[in-house]
């Protein structure tokens, strides 16, 4: 299937390891250039050369923190000066938390809010009119089940995820007449760095792959973690022109974990 992606420029956050990497790869197979964001320059270096040797496309890493105006800014700056523009962005860039209410101080909910909330905010603010004036576009959400079946521990990150997923809704009402199409996605388990370090760190690496075979167990009928593969598909689908009717809805990729319906 030609998703019509060639010569496409995407912008993807959290883009040098994890979802975002892969979302990358998944763009530039597709024949899309693309500029990927994190904070470790070193990293960034790395795969943005790698997808480049891999794919053929043009891989630009900027060096940047999104939680931050400044870093926001300097990001949409760099694809104006690399690219001329954008016409995909994917807010990728977030991370898990561990906290109870009762204990997690003002300034740890702040920091989540920043980083999942406010880049989707300030990014888009951006990069919404480059891409209009570039014929129109799309925006991409990561956010989570958790922002519809919170666990337990990490009430921050559900709360943010949710505030996510209505800020999706709502810039896909006010952007829609500019041209571009704006959803979210809400992933259940994928096999990230970040869950294989945490397995090793409570089980030890001997018991490691046990400890995932209990969570998809417990939570996804499928029995099993997604790959990041399977997921960065779905991303590069909801923003290509085979998704053009595609507007202002969360999906789940989640092997069924989500337990309503």
Not at 222 to 228: A, L, T, Y
Request: aromatic share 8%.
């Amino acid at each position: 299937m030609d998703l019509g992606l060639t010569d496409r420029i995407a912008v993807i956050t959290g883009g040098s390891i994890g979802i975002g990497l892969g979302v990358a790869r998944a763009f530039a197979r597709e024949g899309a250039n693309v500029l990927i964001a994190a904070r470790d320059r070193e990293r960034l270096d790395q795969a943005a050369a790698a997808i480049s040797r891999d794919f053929g496309v043009e891989a630009v890493g900027h060096a940047c923190d999104v939680a931050t105006a400044e870093g926001c800014a300097s990001l949409v700056a760099a694809a104006r000066e690399v690219f001329g523009g954008a016409d995909i962005l994917v807010n990728n860039a977030g991370t898990g938390s561990n906290e109870t209410i009762l204990e997690a101080p003002d300034e740890k909910w702040q920091a989540y809010w920043d980083l999942h909330v406010m880049a989707a905010v300030r990014l888009a603010r951006g990069f919404a009119p480059m891409m209009q004036a570039r014929g129109g576009g799309a925006i991409l959400n990561n956010a989570s089940i958790c922002a519809t079946q919170p666990l337990w521990y990490e009430p921050i990150y559900n709360v943010t995820k949710a505030a996510l997923v209505m800020l999706s809704k709502n810039m896909a009402n006010e952007f829609i007449p500019l041209g571009i199409r704006v959803n979210a996605i809400s992933p259940g388990l994928i096999r990230t760095p970040d869950w294989v370090k945490t397995a090793t760190q409570l089980t030890g690496a001997d018991k490691a792959e046990e400890y995932l075979q209990s969570v998809a167990d417990e939570h996804a009928p499928i029995k099993r973690f997604g790959s990041v593969e399977e997921l960065a598909d779905f991303f590069v689908f909801l923003c290509s022109d085979r998704a053009s009717y595609s507007v202002g809805a969360t999906y789940f990729v989640d092997g069924g974990m989500l337990r309503t319906i």
